[in-house]
């Protein structure tokens, strides 16, 4: 079945730097999107990053512009997601989500909690 | 970008009672390019509804999506303990792929 599976949580610092991974199986890696999306502390989903494992094509949120990348690795079926210059507004759990939703996606990793804090 | 406001946001009902909740965008959505997700608390969520109306593998019937354009609704016949929970809507017609803020169900 299809799964995702996201690297464990991170405490950071005011100004560092995140990276969370996104392990993809029991579908063809290359044929679907993945999306980032994150949820601070009892608000609701902000969509940030979508990228096109098959080309490694991006599309970002204005709001995260310059912030943000997203890479993947076809040889693992893994996408990352880096956020630069972290603020404590960066305090939130982070999803990647398939795409596809009519062909077995809109499936959730588990999420990364990610506390920025000095 | 298409913004999403969801009403109301919260709705508190008894089981057994059917839930209606609003989804409205502010630039029409393509091709019924709209998501409905469920998240029970500490969860990640989970697609109940795409295309508007197509309910995702193993979603129960009770729910149901509908509308086209600009205004959709997420329909849950009658409410079992389970369904309580939050609703988000989100469009996938265009970049930004934007989310709704939220509709709680909540117990009566």
């Known amino acids: 079945q299809v799964q995702l599976v996201q690297s464990g949580a991170e405490v950071k610092k005011p100004g560092a730097s995140l990276k969370v991974s996104c392990k993809a199986s029991?579908?063809?890696?290359?044929?679907?999107?993945i999306h980032w999306v994150r949820q601070a502390p009892g608000q609701g989903l902000e969509w940030m990053a979508i990228?096109?494992?098959?080309?490694?094509?991006?599309t970002y949120a204005q709001k995260f512009q310059g912030r943000v990348s997203v890479t993947r690795d076809t040889s693992t079926s893994t996408v990352y997601m880096e956020l630069s210059s972290l603020i404590s507004e960066d305090t939130a759990v982070y999803y990647c989500?398939?795409?596809?939703?009519?062909?077995?996606?809109?499936?959730w990793g588990q999420g990364t909690m990610v506390t920025v804090s000095s | 970008e298409i913004v999403l406001t969801q009403s109301p946001g919260t709705l508190s009902l008894s089981p057994g009672e059917r839930a209606t909740l609003s989804c409205r965008a502010s630039?029409?959505?393509?091709?019924?390019?709209l998501a409905w997700f469920q998240q029970r608390p500490g969860q990640a969520p989970r697609l109940l509804i795409f295309?508007?109306?197509s309910r995702a593998t193993g979603i129960p019937d009770r729910f149901s999506g509908s509308g086209y354009w600009t205004d959709f609704t997420l329909t849950i016949s009658r409410l079992e303990p389970e369904d309580f929970a939050v609703y988000h809507c989100?469009?996938?017609?265009?970049?930004?792929?934007?989310f709704g803020q939220g509709t709680k169900v909540e117990i009566k």
């Open positions: 989500l398939r795409g596809g939703y009519d062909s077995g996606g809109g499936v």
């Open positions: 029991g579908y063809n890696f290359i044929s679907y999107n």
């Open positions: 990228i096109t494992p098959s080309g490694g094509g991006t």
């Open positions: 630039q029409s959505v393509n091709s019924n390019n």
């Open positions: 295309g508007a109306s």
């Open positions: 989100q469009q996938y017609d265009r970049p930004p792929y934007t």
